[in-house]
């Protein structure tokens, strides 16, 4: 007796389901590793405020010994003394350098203060230190696209390059290096013409060095939060053109604590582009291209679901900025 057609075709999608779903975990299962931070020797920059210090607190919460890195000592201080009090053992170690992450050399001596403060080279290296000023581009100078491309972009690359050198040469054990980006790394629009470069340039060098530092054992991730509640972000209002803001709607900020979980989760999980919500989950999926598939069945339902919505989504921000120039009618 034969199978109705439509009998075949429910079999065949489910097979074809099961098997994808298969092939998929069992990717994971290779290629991923879970991250546990207890014992970790972290480097932070940017790490006295914002995502910098929340991180640095899950971390130490997790066990790890961790060195933040920022620019005043102040600061600095008063971080630590905040971070200390989530220790789980009183021979954990957390510890400041101050160092301007945008100059080689500062970021050459902070890496090798903080060998010595620690005892070791770092095995996990996150970089936190950014900024932005929302504005139109011909309203911008060139010295503020210089400031943004060497904090946002620079400072990163400097901070990765010691840290792979370090892992590499002390034979560390899956270390690993996270990159912080932006969903301004994934789209853009207008105000955001200093800043989102940066960002989109950090996404070419995290995918990079994905691959390129597989051989020495090193895992690379790079995190898109959005609006993070922090001085920083009260800044960026100041600048931003009301049409940026229309573009956003409304943009509620997380807390640095809830990016910061939100980092650990993906790491924990070993996802390579981490997200903090479902918006971000979708941009992932529709511009991943050939980076790695956090889980190939609801990317590819989620890839679907987005190309329209972000062509949607394109007109009407054209619409919004074509607007800028129209006269008003009386």
């Known amino acids: 007796m034969s199978l109705p057609?439509?009998?075949?075709?429910?079999?065949?999608?489910?097979?074809?389901?099961?098997?994808?779903?298969?092939?998929?975990?069992?990717?994971?299962?290779?290629?991923?590793?879970?991250?546990?931070?207890?014992?970790?020797?972290?480097?932070?920059?940017?790490?006295?405020?914002?995502?910098?210090?929340?991180?640095?607190?899950?971390?130490?919460?997790?066990?790890?010994?961790?060195?933040?890195?920022?620019?005043?000592?102040?600061?600095?201080?008063?971080?630590?003394?905040?971070?200390?009090?989530?220790?789980?053992?009183?021979?954990?170690?957390v510890m400041f350098v101050s160092a301007d992450v945008t100059s080689k050399q500062d970021m050459l001596r902070a890496f090798d203060t903080a060998e010595v403060k620690m005892g070791r080279n770092p095995d996990f290296v996150c970089c936190c230190a950014g900024a932005s000023y929302p504005k139109f581009f011909l309203d911008s100078t060139l010295d503020e696209v210089d400031h943004l491309i060497n904090l946002n972009y620079l400072g990163q690359a400097y901070a990765a390059h010691q840290a792979a050198f370090r892992m590499r040469d002390s034979k560390v054990e899956n270390g690993k290096i996270v990159f912080v980006s932006s969903m301004l790394g994934i789209l853009s629009f207008a105000g955001y013409a200093t800043y989102s470069p940066t960002k989109y340039a950090i996404r070419g060098l995290a995918d990079t060095l994905r691959n390129e530092l597989k051989q020495y054992g090193i895992g690379v991730h790079i995190f898109f939060p959005g609006g993070i509640e922090s001085p920083g972000f009260d800044t960026e209002n100041l600048t931003k053109p009301e049409v940026t803001k229309a573009i956003e709607g409304a943009n509620t900020p997380q807390t640095s604590k809830e990016c910061a979980k939100s980092l650990m989760k993906g790491l924990h999980t070993g996802n390579y582009m981490i997200m903090t919500d479902f918006i971000g989950e979708i941009l992932r999926a529709v511009s991943r291209g050939v980076s790695p598939s956090n889980n190939f069945i609801l990317d590819s339902i989620l890839s679907i679901i987005g190309q329209p919505i972000a062509s949607g989504y394109a007109i009407y921000m054209d619409y919004l900025v074509k607007s800028l120039n129209k006269p008003k009618t009386k």
């Open 5 to 93: 057609s439509w009998a075949v075709a429910v079999i065949t999608i489910g097979a074809a389901a099961i098997l994808a779903v298969s092939i998929d975990y069992l990717i994971s299962l290779l290629t991923r590793e879970s991250f546990n931070p207890a014992g970790r020797n972290c480097f932070i920059t940017g790490g006295s405020s914002g995502l910098g210090k929340a991180l640095a607190e899950e971390l130490v919460k997790g066990g790890a010994d961790v060195c933040i890195v920022a620019r005043r000592t102040e600061e600095l201080e008063k971080a630590v003394k905040e971070i200390e009090t989530y220790k789980k053992s009183p021979t954990q170690k």
